[in-house]
């Protein structure tokens, strides 16, 4: 059974990076695709973007210019970095597997989410 | 906005049938995922690929497919299925979009 487990700073304040890193374990990272995803309080899912095992990446549009994610695949993890934080940053952060064939992109794997509180 | 639009709220009555829609135009090409998600827990994938449960969901969950809607749909609905449920599919650029999110009362 695939695991993952989020870790980072719970709190982290406005303009800083906020960095957290999802740890696999349970299987292999490769062949997959790894995504974050965040649930501001309150609201609904948002998806932030992925990586695939060979490091290529996609981030949703919005986020584009301050998301970095990278993957450290002979340790089976992935990071996510997300500059010039602000309060509209505060989430419950998760990271997922995604599978992704014939047409369908899913997540069938999630750690249990860190919640990252952006303030001063 | 989003570009997946569900009801937000549906109402059941236990062992009735729920149905929740999810509209878009991007459903008319892609196929559509659906998380169940409950309160400090982390989301369930319960359909993929409009239609296919994935190992250990229960058979009561199936998804439909017409158009651009997809339809999420619980039959026998039990109180354990009372949560919030969030459609996805991904566009043509390969962006993920969820829907804003249904939940689910059971009464």
């Known amino acids: 059974q695939v695991q993952l487990q989020e870790s980072g700073p719970g709190l982290v304040k406005p303009s800083e990076t906020l960095s957290l890193t999802c740890t696999v374990s349970?299987?292999?990272?490769?062949?997959?695709?790894w995504s974050w995803i965040r649930q501001p309080p309150g609201k609904g899912l948002e998806w932030i973007g992925y990586i695939f095992y060979s490091g290529s990446t996609h981030y949703k549009p919005s986020l584009k210019n301050r998301v970095t994610i990278s993957g450290d695949m002979s340790k089976n993890r992935f990071s996510l970095k997300l500059s010039s934080a602000t309060a509209a940053d505060t989430a419950v952060y998760y990271c997922a597997r995604t599978i992704a064939v014939a047409g369908t992109f899913a997540f069938d794997f999630w750690g249990q989410g860190t919640l990252v509180t952006v303030s001063a | 906005s989003f570009d997946l639009t569900q009801p937000p709220s549906v109402s059941v009555s236990p062992g009735q049938t729920a149905s929740i829609a999810c509209s878009g135009d991007v459903l008319g090409a892609k196929y559509a995922s659906w998380y169940q998600h409950k309160p400090g827990q982390s989301p369930v994938l319960v359909i993929y690929q409009n239609y296919r449960r994935p190992s250990g969901i229960p058979e009561r969950f199936s998804g439909s497919h017409s158009g651009n809607t997809a339809t999420l749909t619980i039959s026998g609905t039990q109180a354990m299925d009372e949560a919030d449920y969030y459609c996805?599919?991904?566009?043509?650029?390969?962006?993920?979009?969820f829907g804003g999110g249904t939940k689910l009362t059971v009464l």
């Open positions: 349970g299987g292999s990272i490769s062949g997959y695709y």
């Open positions: 996805q599919a991904w566009d043509s650029t390969s962006t993920v979009l």
